[in-house]
């Protein structure tokens, strides 16, 4: 059953007096960054990432969507901007889902391009196996994609979101299948359709990449700010 936001699944109990009571439990958090810690964590693989602390002001959002800092990936000028966090294998009892808060400052300057901004990117190592999923997003003209068997970007459907404001994105995977069983981006809920994520054999260690990524247009830094990440196993 897939589910919305937050992340909850139905739980039937006992209350104090013997009845039957339907409570709301989250589903198990494998991995979360809220992005307040003293200590920048995200590796910067292109451009510059860093914590930023800036507060509303006339006409402006604030660059934190809750607490006090949030990542700012920020890309060289024409290039790119990388921010990623290894940590251990994830379990696959069920199905996996990864989501986050996030905000693309300006549209025009990301390239136009169907991989202009990569939202979510989760791949992981099962020891056997490496599984890499990944929803991107063309902020030209409000495309998005699926990374597929193959590691190129299918059409997954139009949905325009709101420059410079804040955004969830939601990926959720089935490791038993090897495919997207569902996407959501704010109230849109996409239909994937049935398609497969990349998998090839891999025999590393177990272990887990979560990342962000943007490409800017031709002497731009594009700036993508991210809050909230989260992990979940055991789907249902």
């Known amino acids: 059953m897939t589910r919305g936001y ?72 024409g290039g790119s901007g990388l921010a990623s966090r290894r940590f251990g294998g994830l379990p696959e009892t069920g199905r996996i889902a990864c989501q986050a808060i996030f905000k693309l400052v300006v549209d025009a300057d990301f390239e136009d391009s169907n991989d202009s901004a990569e939202i979510l990117h989760l791949s992981y190592r099962t020891g056997t196996q490496l599984k890499s999923a990944m929803l991107a997003y063309n902020p030209r003209n409000g495309k998005w994609y699926l990374r597929d068997t193959l590691t190129t970007r299918v059409f997954l459907g139009t949905y325009k979101i709101q420059e410079d404001d804040w955004h969830v994105a939601r990926m959720e995977i089935d490791p038993a299948t090897n495919k997207y069983t569902d996407i959501r981006v704010d109230n849109k809920i996409f239909d994937p359709d049935g398609q497969a994520f990349h998998v090839a054999a891999d025999t590393d260690p177990a272990n887990t990449l979560i990342s962000f990524r943007n490409n800017a247009d031709t002497g731009d830094n594009a700036i993508t700010i991210i809050d909230d990440v989260q992990v979940f196993y055991r789907e249902s």
Not at 36 to 43: F, M, P, Q, R, Y
């Open 6 to 77: 937050p992340d909850y699944t139905r739980n039937v109990g006992l209350n104090a007096e013997g009845n039957f009571q339907v409570g709301l439990t989250s589903a198990p958090e494998w991995f979360a960054d809220n992005m307040e810690g003293a200590t920048l964590k995200w590796v910067q693989g292109f451009g510059t990432v860093a914590f930023t602390t800036v507060a509303a002001a006339a006409g402006a959002e604030s660059e934190v969507f809750s607490g006090v800092q949030a990542l700012k990936i920020t890309s060289a000028a």
